[in-house]
């Protein structure tokens, strides 16, 4: 029996709330929250992608704190809910969603989405390893931008372990399915575990189906297997004025920071 797919939304001062699936794709005409504050009130739109190794390593706070700092959104992977991160999450952002894939004996662990704004949708989704027959999660939310669009955000880990790539495309399945009913700008990242010719080539003919750009990195120094890199920024709708990677030892991934400006690219 498979588990029920949720998320848990931690705001401050709050209890922490449960969130199940939504029954409606998340097209703009089917949100049925009324947009809240914009996500930023600036010309740049920050965000930082981090698997965070569930925080066994020293330093991970100090790498929010100072990496990410001004960040509007940080898309955390294997975050686990201990009290120092959702603290942090709590005290710098208005609204943490996560999705517990791996529900550990203390605090589960999965994607966690950070926000300066309150989400006015949010689609967990869990998909389950195949060989381990662990689960992996991606989280779906739009935030209103201060154009008046809509800024679809998919948080994904990515399964690992699986023989060819049919488990893999179909982890990808619905999230396609919420970015194609979505007419807005569109950020996807994460840890993609893409490290195979197949697994890349299938993220890729899925960006191009999606009309999702790469962030590309100058000073590219994402983890890699096998030669290739993991963590990928896709985009639409939006343009890179920066995108940088850090060099640390806080995790066994360097985390990405981006920074978009509101203007469709050229």
């Not at 952002?93 to 894939?101: E, S």
């Not at 999965?110 to 060989?131: D, F, H, K, N, W």
């Not at 209103?144 to 179909?170: E, Q, W």
Request: net charge positive.
């Amino acid at each position: 029996m498979r588990k029920k797919t949720y998320a848990m939304r931690y705001v401050a001062g709050q209890p922490a709330k449960r969130i199940l699936p939504p029954s409606a794709l998340a097209g703009t005409s089917s949100l049925t929250l009324a947009p809240g504050e914009p996500l930023y009130g600036e010309k740049t739109l920050r965000i930082l992608v981090w698997n965070i190794f569930k925080q066994q390593r020293a330093d991970w706070l100090s790498v929010l704190q100072n990496f990410g700092k001004g960040a509007h959104l940080m898309l955390l992977q294997e975050a686990q809910t201990t009290p120092e991160l959702v603290h942090f999450a709590t005290t710098h952002y208005l609204a943490a969603d996560q999705v517990p894939a791996i529900v550990l004996p203390q605090h589960p662990s999965g994607v966690m989405t950070l926000s300066a704004a309150q989400p006015i949708y949010c689609c967990p989704l869990r998909e389950r390893e195949p060989i381990l027959r662990l689960s992996k999660s991606a989280l779906v939310t739009v935030y209103p931008l201060p154009d008046g669009r809509m800024l679809m955000v998919v948080n994904i880990h990515a399964v690992n372990f699986s023989l060819g790539v049919d488990v893999y495309s179909k982890q990808l399945d619905p999230i396609g399915d919420q970015i194609a009913h979505h007419q807005g700008p569109v950020i996807m990242a994460g840890d993609f575990n893409a490290w195979s010719r197949p697994r890349i080539n299938a993220l890729y003919r899925f960006a191009r189906e999606m009309t999702l750009r790469e962030v590309r990195f100058t000073d590219d120094h994402r983890k890699r297997a096998f030669g290739r890199p993991l963590d990928f920024v896709f985009y639409r709708g939006l343009s890179v004025r920066e995108a940088s990677v850090l060099v640390t030892s806080a995790s066994d991934h360097n985390p990405l920071l981006v920074e978009f400006s509101p203007g469709k690219p050229a």
